[in-house]
T-cell receptor, first 113, second 113 residues
Framework: GENVEQHPSTLSVQEGDSAVIKCTYSDSASNYFPWYKQELGKGPQLIIDIRSNVGEKKDQRIAVTLNKTAKHFSLHITETQPEDSAVYFCAASHNTGGFKTIFGAGTRLFVKA | DTGVSQDPRHKITKRGQNVTFRCDPISEHNRLYWYRQTLGQGPEFLTYFQNEAQLEKSRLLSDRFSAERPKGSFSTLEIQRTEQGDSAMYLC???????????FGPGTRLTVT
């Protein structure tokens, strides 16, 4: 069935360093790849997304890359700050089935001041 | 606040009791999704509505679960005869028809004792 794998499960970086989270997906029909940030006690917040016709997208300190051939996509956070500490989820969906979204298991990011 | 809202935020119930959760989507969004999130995992799709029609249900949604969206606005998720395995965060998300981006509410945390 459809599956999204995410790693690492935990990532600890020093403030100012970069953080990279990687995901792979199984459904070749997937064409939309969002990333969500979830803070304690809150729902997931959409922070950036990428569509299958684009290889890379950047928004300030956050960038996402997509390799459709390898079914890999990644989140890059540069100049990390303590407020970036949270759980990050990658996900994949496609145009059929109501855009049902399959999530990875999450990466807990710790940014040490 | 015009985001997705959920009520209650927390619910503690005894095994065997019935519980009902409510979700109010972003007002112009005609798609509404329910997800379940257990500790240390990403959200798992349960069901979605387009207006008042429930168009897809996951195999995770046993016969004890029922969801409604009677007027195409708010939705309710009911769990009958709760079991300890039902303990989780229940998340609601909404989107516009034909658009991938889903916006999540804060979730209802259910604890079954």
């Amino acid at each position: 069935g459809e599956n999204v794998e995410q790693h690492p499960s935990t990532l600890s970086v020093q403030e100012g360093d970069s953080a990279v989270i990687k995901c792979t997906y199984s459904d070749s029909a997937s064409n939309y790849f969002p990333w969500y940030k979830q803070e304690l006690g809150k729902g997931p917040q959409l922070i950036i997304d990428i569509r299958s016709n684009v290889g890379e997208k950047k928004d300030q300190r956050i960038a996402v890359t997509l390799n459709k051939t390898a079914k890999h996509f990644s989140l890059h956070i540069t100049e990390t700050q303590p407020e970036d500490s949270a759980v990050y989820f990658c996900a994949a969906s496609h145009n059929t089935g109501g855009f049902k979204t399959i999530f990875g298991a999450g990466t807990r990011l710790f940014v040490k001041a | 606040d015009t985001g997705v809202s959920q009520d209650p935020r927390h619910k503690i119930t005894k095994r065997g009791q019935n519980v009902t959760f409510r979700c109010d989507p972003i007002s112009e969004h005609n798609r509404l999704y329910w997800y379940r999130q257990t500790l240390g995992q990403g959200p798992e799709f349960l069901t979605y509505f387009q207006n008042e029609a429930q168009l897809e249900k996951s195999r995770l949604l046993s016969d004890r679960f029922s969801a409604e969206r009677p007027k195409g606005s708010f939705s309710t998720l009911e769990i009958q005869r709760t079991e300890q395995g039902d303990s989780a965060m229940y998340l609601c998300a909404s989107s516009l028809y034909g658009v991938h981006e889903q916006y999540f509410g804060p979730g209802t945390r259910l604890t079954v004792t």
